[in-house]
């Protein structure tokens, strides 16, 4: 590449509108499908607004990965920040991933440079502390620490945390915790002493899919350009979230997509696009898996992969799919089974979460229901070619 050619691949038009808004990091504006957790969190801190001694408060968050515990926190953090300014409190908010940051030791020498500007050594942790609350006493500040995967940490240093308001005075102790851990993560650590510490727990469930379509349409539409993602693929995409539980997914399948298209000076986001994405993302689709079919569901599979391929859309419907099922298995001399087994061999596949499939109303204005089927982890040209050389063993 030479430098006319380099500078061509800047001057190319991008789909993005906001690409840093799909980034792990991005705290948005609003947050959809966490009121009532919000509504917990608001109601557990308020006291700190509300009362003159400014208790040390302590709370849980806990869920799967991807169901929204970081940006929950981060954004109860950064609003409430600015309502405690709002009503004369110096709150401030610091935020610290335990993957960064493996001891109690490493998060109070970064507190005591921040708050004190000393460079944190010689001092013990418990030195430390009496230094920082000394400074927000002085200042008549107050802060919020948001201790990401705090199950890296020691359970000691955890249980140090927590008990700062009991080892140095509640009137003392400017500084409340708001912890977020996976629930499976959060049980390897969790103690009766340190839960006796605890003021609340928050669990978060995994996104529905109308949950998920309404945060994905809602990220999109800050990330893309008009048109770039259409709705099937923000449905597509939401069904992919919805099977992993994962909504970090679905984002990360955005940008991926996002930054393909780019690549490639395409318009629009693609079906097949996405399932590339999704593989890369989050390989779940596994070779093995295939040994577990019989004959005609193999052949059923292969008719969904090539009526999808055919079409170029994020879904296919049954009718379609047998009728390529049926040349399949005519250009293999297979006599084809009916549709009624058709539909049981797709119901087998969706169970085994090698597609998915929903019932969907045809139209308003009509009355009828059909079944929508879609690959989710794997580009329907690859598993064609991974069949396609199957049945030349099989049935040569």
């Known amino acids: 590449m030479d430098e006319e050619a380099f500078r061509a ?44 001694q400014q208790p040390s408060i302590t709370t849980l968050l806990t869920g799967k990965g991807g169901v929204g515990k970081t940006v929950t926190a981060r954004f109860f953090g950064r609003n409430f920040k600015k309502i405690a300014i709002e009503e004369g409190i110096d709150l401030f908010i610091e935020y ?60 000691k240093d955890v249980w140090a945390l927590l008990d700062i308001s009991e080892s140095f005075g509640h009137q003392n102790a400017k500084l409340s915790i708001l912890l977020v851990a996976r629930t499976k993560d959060w049980i390897r650590i969790e103690t009766e002493r340190i839960l006796s510490r605890l003021n609340s727990k928050i669990k978060l469930a995994p996104y529905n899919y109308e949950e998920s379509l309404k945060i994905l349409k809602y990220r999109s539409d800050i990330a893309f350009k008009e048109g770039v993602v259409s709705d099937n693929i923000l449905e597509m995409i939401s069904q992919i979230v919805v099977e992993h539980g994962n909504m970090r997914h679905g984002i990360e399948i955005l940008r991926k997509c996002g930054l393909y298209a780019d690549k490639e000076s395409f318009d629009n986001i693609t079906a097949e696009m996405v399932r590339e994405a999704s593989n890369e993302v989050y390989p779940t689709f596994r070779d093995d898996i295939i040994d577990k079919l019989s004959d005609h569901e193999l052949l059923a599979l ?15 419907i049954v009718d379609d799919s047998y009728k390529e099922y049926q040349a399949i298995c005519e250009a293999y001399d297979v006599t084809p089974h009916v549709k009624m087994s058709f539909r049981k061999y797709i119901r087998q596949l969706n169970k085994l979460k090698i597609i998915a499939s929903k019932t969907v109303r045809i139209s308003e204005d009509k009355r009828g229901r059909r079944l929508e089927i879609t690959l989710l982890d794997i580009p329907s040209g690859k598993l064609i070619e991974l069949l396609g050389n199957l049945f030349f063993i099989k049935f040569k």
């Not at 609003?30 to 509504?39: H, T, V």
Request: hydrophobic share 35%.
């Open 96 to 155: 610290f991933n335990c993957i960064n940051f493996r001891t109690k030791s490493m998060i109070l020498r970064e507190l005591l440079s921040k708050y004190t500007h000393g460079s944190g050594r010689g001092y013990s942790d418990d030195e430390a502390i009496k230094l920082i609350l000394s400074q927000l006493i002085r200042e008549k500040g107050y802060i919020l620490l948001i201790i990401d995967e705090i199950h890296l940490l020691d359970p």
């Open 302 to 316: 292969y008719g969904i992969c090539q009526s999808l391929k055919i079409t170029d859309e994020s879904y296919t």
């Open 9 to 52: 691949e800047f001057n190319k038009k991008s789909v993005f509108r906001q690409a840093s808004s799909l980034d792990l990091s991005y705290v948005p504006d609003k947050l959809y499908c966490r009121d009532d957790e919000l509504r917990e969190l608001i109601h557990t801190f308020r006291r700190i607004i509300d009362e003159s």
